[in-house]
């Protein structure tokens, strides 16, 4: 962290603490969307951003961690707060599957996969295959988290649980992208074939990040379902998958400042020009081919080492 950042991240910090202070539960609530977004895109900015791994199944892995929390909570009354590593772990270890027999693929094939995985998973849970998803109807009746006691209802309560989250993330993604495993991961992303000629174990790394980015998407996903009590397949299309991969691309693949930057923008614009709905994803790909055009490395691209 360079001397002028830290000064931003204080100022940074203190203004989302006291936003909610000054803003109405509908503004709450879309800092709440804004958050559940950046926490997505952060653990997918960790397998797209840090090791260059082309994901664009991602909400698959969301949508494991909400239903595994749905399901626990609905069916056996566990709070959904303590569903939390169980939804992690649940996402972690279907990415691990998935990702085990298709990590030697890279660039354009590994995103064909990954698509067809995202597809996958959804046209499973509108089907009902195991019968405990509760099909296009999706799942009912989740509880609202609690946490020491209190039990938390309005957006404001939502905002610092899930902000903190976000915190939480971004401190321990830092750590990680600073240590061995995060120079690795870049090692993949500039040069595979020299990664793996310097020593490197690939196969590992790309496993592990993809298990990890996994987790993190599901916890995420446990986040979204004690918020809204109530998820369903529609919650997790492909275009959920290609929201996260545009806010990744266009803040700066690697630069956790840049994907929040682009969370605000990607999520929080549309809903301060709702008028244009019928027109967003005109808008959204015409700025995508201006920025790969203009300024392809994003608008805060990730700093050398």
Known sequence: MGRLDLPFVVAF??????????LNAYHVDVLNSIGLYALLALSLNLILGEAGLFNMGHAAFYAMGAYTAAILNTRYQIPILWTLPLSGLVAGLFALAVARPVVHLRGDYLLIVTIGVGEIVRIALVNDVFGITGGANGIFGI???????????QPQHFYYLIWGFVALTIFLFYRLKQSRFGRALNYLREDEVAAEGSGVNTAYYKLAVFGLGAAWAGMAGTLFAAKMTIISPESFSFWESVVLFMIVILGGAGNMAGVLLASFLVIGLPELFREFSSARMLVFGLVMMIMMIVRPQGLLPARGR
Request: charged share 15%; aromatic share 14%; proline share 10%.
């Open 13 to 22: 910090t203190v203004l989302m603490t006291i936003a909610p202070l000054f």
């Open 143 to 153: 509880s609202r988290p609690k946490l020491f006691g209190f039990v938390i209802r």
